[in-house]
Each structure stands twice: as structure tokens, then as C-alpha cells.
């Protein structure tokens, strides 16, 4: 059986990262592959419903972090591992590194109880390959002010997102064999070229 592959979508609100997810989707399922496609928090029907509370309920930090890898660690357990031992390749809107950067990054948690939590709900498991979607605060900002009603993250201040940012960019410098950076200021098929590269080559 062919060995499936695990590709997460990260970056901050804004940055357009959804927008490609149904590309890169459509791009493997052209190529005859079979892809789960997902996100977090939800993925799952426990998911969805941590998701509810995660995104528009306040709560402690540590609360919040925890709530975040109950629902990683069932989402691994209903979809994730069971896709990838199928052989399916798997398309996640976000994953742990999201909590690295929102949690730790923009809400200060300690990164040290992120590494504890990560090596206890998925020590031997992270995504062949993790595509950051990366642009300036400010174009993040106008994008998020032209759509919906914004859940309590997408509420956050200006400085909150820089932390976010700064975080996501320190992960995909600590990880370069799995992190590809976006620009994602570009016109938007001029980044599908390259994602279409990207996935070409994994």
C-alpha cells in the first residue's frame, strides 16, 4: 500500500491560508489519491463542539491549551491515524503548531507545557510537510475587518497577532525539513504555481 501523507495549513487569521485548502485538496485527488481533508479544532463531532468553546468562550490559558490537545488527541485517533494507515493523505487546516503560536506565542503560555503536551498526545507523529501562510499584520488585518463576524482570537489586538506571527516564524525556523513559508501578499495564482510545485515534490 502506498504510504500517505500528513500536510498541515498554518497561519495567522488572515493570512489565506483557507483559500488554498480546496485547491491542494482538488490537486491530490486529480493525481488519484484519496485525502481526508480536516481541521482543528474539530475534526471530529467532540471536536466540533471543544471548538464552540475553545473559539467564543473565555477561559483560563491553561484550560484553553488543554482543550486544545483533548480535541487534537481524539482528532488524531477518529481521523487522522486511522487516513494515514489507509494509506490516505490527510489535509489539516491547522495543527499543533497553531498552539505553539496562539497559545504560546500570542497568549504567553509557557512553551515548555506545549512540549510536554505534544510529546504526550503525539510524540511520534508531525506532518511531512507544513505550509505557513505568512503576510504582514496589517494586510492580515484588513482582510479579517472585510468578513464575518469574528470569533474571540480574530478579536485579539495588534500585538497579540505579532507574537502569533513571530512564533509561527520561530517554529518553521526550528523546523525546516517539514516548514514551507508562503507569501501570501502574492496574487493568488501565483502562490498555486508554487503549491503546486511544493506538492509535486513530497
Excluded: C
Amino acid at each position: 500500500m502506498a504510504s500517505g501523507k500528513f500536510i498541515t495549513f498554518e497561519g495567522i487569521d488572515g493570512a489565506g491560508k483557507s483559500t488554498h485548502i480546496p485547491f491542494v485538496t482538488q490537486l491530490l485527488r486529480d493525481r488519484g489519491l484519496t485525502v481526508v481533508a480536516t481541521r482543528e479544532p474539530g475534526g471530529t463531532e467532540l471536536g466540533e463542539r471543544l471548538r464552540e468553546l475553545v473559539l467564543h468562550h473565555k477561559m483560563h490559558l491553561e484550560t484553553e491549551a488543554l482543550l486544545m490537545f483533548a480535541s487534537r488527541r481524539e482528532h488524531l485517533a477518529q481521523v487522522i491515524e486511522p487516513a494515514l494507515a489507509r494509506g490516505d493523505w490527510v489535509i489539516s487546516d491547522r495543527f499543533t503548531d497553531a498552539t505553539f503560536a496562539y497559545q504560546g506565542g500570542g497568549r504567553k503560555l509557557a512553551l515548555d507545557k506545549l512540549d510536554r503536551l505534544e510529546q504526550w498526545v503525539h510524540p511520534h507523529l508531525q506532518p511531512d510537510l507544513t505550509l505557513l501562510f505568512d503576510v504582514p499584520l496589517e494586510v492580515a488585518r484588513a482582510r479579517l475587518d472585510a468578513e464575518r463576524t469574528l470569533d474571540k482570537f480574530e478579536q485579539e489586538k495588534a500585538d497579540f497577532f505579532a507574537n502569533t506571527r513571530a512564533e509561527y516564524l520561530r517554529r518553521a525556523a526550528q523546523f525546516p525539513h517539514r516548514f514551507r513559508l508562503i507569501d501570501s501578499t502574492r496574487p493568488i495564482a501565483v502562490i498555486q504555481e508554487d503549491l503546486r510545485a511544493i506538492v509535486a515534490a513530497l
